[in-house]
């Protein structure tokens, strides 16, 4: 089983992430949280994207891919992936779909968390708060919703042409959109 979880940053992809990776035994493959690590670490390629992701700009197609080509190994033997915040551009969802196909795997399923934009602003100044991520400061947060808005949703034809993507408000609680995933991937595994 191989889930995207697509939607802005603040939808709570990454809560519902979590939750299925304790529920469902699957490999969470985050591009945020595996840039953010390299940054951590000091590499090379944390170097290259900080000043990237400090602005709220994607980093390459190129860059994130290859994080991804790396982990998917792992993500198969676990018995499938949640992506998350992974594909942001069509170059990436093109790629992951090259990717899977030459390992015998497709996408399954694509979940979109629709939250409204002030609602989001709101819950991202909440985690700016808590954990200072610096770029959930208000005015990166616009550039973040902005590239979300101009780069990634135009993906979802793509995968509602392909009969895979379902839509769930995400302005519920964490249990209502988690009860709405786990029937959505139960409709893929019966
Ligand atoms: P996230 O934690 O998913 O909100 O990602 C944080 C930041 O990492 C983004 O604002 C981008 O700068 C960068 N990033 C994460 N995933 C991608 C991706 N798939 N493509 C390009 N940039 C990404």
Redesign the pocket.
Known sequence: MNLILFGP?GAGKGTQAKRLVEQRQMVQL????M??AAIASGSDLGKR?SG??ER????S?EI?VALIEERLPEAEAAGGAIF??????LA?AQALDQMLKGRGRQIDLVVRLKVDDEALLERITGRFAESGRP?DNPDTFKV?LA?YNQQTAPLLPHYEGQGKLVEVDGMGSIDAVAKVIDAALDGVNA
């Open positions: 940053p985050s591009t945020g949280d840039l953010r994207v990237i992701m709220g700009e994607l980093v197609d994130v998350d915040g992974f594909p942001r551009t990436q770029d973040r590239a």
